[in-house]
């Protein structure tokens, strides 16, 4: 079955350092990948859309130059916490669309457990 | 492979009716199981959770019932109304990680 892979599962950081998530899809091509942030109620809150070969969508409210994305290939996105705050600390979810499998199948990534001090 | 398996992809009911959408899983060591509802463009919001110590949870119209014998889980909506229509996400949970579904897409039927 198709599967979604994070790295690192869990982080910790300074304030005022970058940090990298990096989201793979294992064994299919996602044109296609999506970011969220989850928050303590466990709504997962979609941050920004990422397409493969072209610029990221953001959510209204996400800062794009503070959350940077980059889909450089067919199974890997990243998301670049840049100058990272305490306020950023937060659960980080990745999931890919299977292009073959229909629309509305999402796989998920793990997740990554951001903590900066 | 993964660990947590939604193996219908759509489901259509009759409003009225009951909706049962089910879930398996593979890992023994999860301990607290989630359900999902999401509309198109939006993220997941969150729904219902069990812990792995009780076997029912109910919420109004919701209803998660777990089976770890069988390592199945399963979220009963009943009675299903047409703004139930949306993709169904159950998650695992074991540690710091979550392990998703792939989504069952319900559609109630007016």
């Known amino acids: 079955g198709a599967v979604v892979s994070q790295h690192p599962s869990r982080v910790i950081c300074k304030s005022g350092t970058s940090v990298k998530i990096e989201c793979r899809s294992l064994?299919?091509?996602?044109?296609?990948m999506f970011w969220y942030r989850q928050f303590p109620k466990q709504s997962l809150m979609l941050m920004a859309t990422?397409?493969?070969?072209?610029?990221?969508?953001?959510e209204q409210g996400v800062e794009k130059d503070k959350f940077l994305i980059n889909h450089a290939s067919l199974t890997l996105s990243t998301l670049t916490v840049t100058s990272a705050h305490p306020e950023d600390s937060s659960f980080y979810i990745c999931?890919?669309?299977?292009?073959?499998?229909?629309?509305?199948?999402?796989?998920f990534g793990p997740g990554t457990r951001l903590t900066v001090t | 492979d993964q660990q947590v398996k939604q193996n219908s992809p759509s489901l259509s009911v009759q409003e009225g009716r009951i909706s049962i959408l089910n879930c398996d899983y593979t890992n023994s060591m999860f301990d607290y199981f989630l359900w999902y509802k999401k509309y198109p463009a939006e993220g997941p919001t969150f729904l219902i959770s069990i812990s792995s110590i009780k076997d029912k949870n109910e919420d109004g119209r919701f209803t998660v019932f777990l089976n770890k014998s069988a390592k199945h889980l399963s979220l009963h909506i009943v009675p299903s109304q047409p703004g139930d229509s949306a993709v169904y996400f159950c998650?695992?949970?074991?540690?710091?990680?979550?392990?998703f579904g792939t989504g069952t897409s319900l559609t109630v039927i007016p």
């Open positions: 998650a695992a949970s074991s540690g710091n990680q979550f392990y």
């Open positions: 999931s890919a669309n299977n292009p073959d499998r229909g629309s509305y199948e999402q796989y």
């Open positions: 990422s397409n493969e070969g072209s610029k990221a969508t953001y």
């Open positions: 064994d299919f091509q996602a044109t296609t």
